[in-house]
């Protein structure tokens, strides 16, 4: 039985980073003392990058357990690690390349691959030997990041996306026709839903609308409304024009 998201309303992005990143800390720190090491999912867009920037400065970089932590991405555009638009690129620049993890522990998906669905299928092996899976397992993430797009979209699974219905694989390429760069490659929902812990970063007002459609009993198809861990904890964490038209007694 999925729990009830948790809902944290900050009042703006710097506020919002802030609690982000100590979240990740938290979280690492204790994934290292559970299991001996700690694997996270990357989110890309605007939101998280802030959150990067502050969890890669002091005092937080002091306190993280680099040498232990393991980082992935929940999906990628297919553009070659140093494209403006690239996931990876975004998170190295403000995060990974000021920070002592090991180049080894970084798992970046291969968007400039010229075959999407090989690529997501190298990806999917990647996974199962990084974790240690068997065959038709799915991986448990002890975080994934998520951000929130306008039409409800998270990482790249898109509304009315067949992708929405994958039960077997892992990984996934996707072709979003209304996207910036519509090829894409991305985690599937029984990733997400099986990850020990998901937080969604949200922020703005022109996201407020989406906010309550996702979070609301009678959600509709929207994707971010399908991020539900089945075993784990759901946190949203949104900055007050991305809350504005919640109950007020949503807030947490």
Known sequence: MDAAPEIVIVPD???LAETAARAIVDTALEAVAARGRFMLAL????????TYERLAAAPLRERMPWDRT???????????????????????AALLSAVPIPPAQ????????DDPEAAAAE?????ATAFGSRRGEVPRFDLVLLGLGVDGHTASLFPGSPVLKEVFRTVAAVHATAASIPQRLTLTLPVFNAAARVIFLVSGAEKAKVVKAALSDQ???????????TDGRLTWVLDRPAAALLPVAEAR
């Open 219 to 229: 959600a509709p198809a929207l994707p971010a409304a399908m991020i539900r861990p």
């Open 43 to 50: 989110a890309g867009g605007a939101t998280p990058r802030t």
């Open 70 to 92: 393991f980082v992935f991405f929940g999906d990628e555009r297919a553009v070659p690690p140093e494209h403006p638009d690239s996931n990876y690129g975004m998170a190295d």
């Open 123 to 127: 990806y999917a092996r990647t996974l």
């Open 106 to 113: 970084v798992f970046r998906i291969r968007g400039e691959a």
């Open 13 to 15: 992005p710097a506020a």
